[in-house]
């Protein structure tokens, strides 16, 4: 019996076109949504840690402006997953976190991300 070569590398890619494209349609459909409704501003803070995380706040600017459901959903899904897209594995261990601002009028993301490490100084001594 033979195992064929599998081309982790081409599947990573193709999975990760996929994600663009889903990303495309969905950043596409809010922004629809979201310029029907006078948001000018889409703020999403996200953390992940400990192998996993969440969006834990969006706010809207004008403030006054609050999102239906499942509208509020789909904005705090959207924000995870184009995070996860630049910084896929951050929930894990220590985690990472940021803020994703979205310009809604010019559809402009800023996407302010920071992860998480450990560090570790080891030194071995022997025969002192």
């Known amino acids: ?14 999975w990760r076109a996929e994600r663009e494209t889903t990303l495309k349609a969905s950043r596409t459909e809010l922004l629809a949504q979201l310029r029907a409704l006078g948001i000018s ?10 192998d996993s995380g969440n969006v834990e706040d969006v706010t809207m ?8 459901e499942p509208l ?3 904005v705090g899904d959207f924000a995870w997953s184009l ?12 985690g990472g976190y940021g803020t994703l ?17 450990v560090e570790c100084s080891h030194s ?5």
Do not use: K
């Open 41 to 50: 501003e889409v703020t999403a803070e996200y953390e992940g840690y400990g």
């Open 1 to 14: 019996m033979t195992n064929p070569q599998i081309d982790y590398a081409a599947m990573a890619a193709q």
């Open 61 to 68: 600017q004008p403030a006054e402006v609050q999102l239906p």
């Open 83 to 94: 995070a996860y897209h630049h910084h896929p594995g951050f929930e894990n261990n220590e």
């Open 101 to 117: 601002t979205w310009d809604i009028t010019g559809d402009s993301i800023t996407l302010d991300h920071a992860d998480r490490y």
């Open 124 to 128: 071995y001594v022997e025969g002192l």
């Open 72 to 74: 509020a959903t789909e």
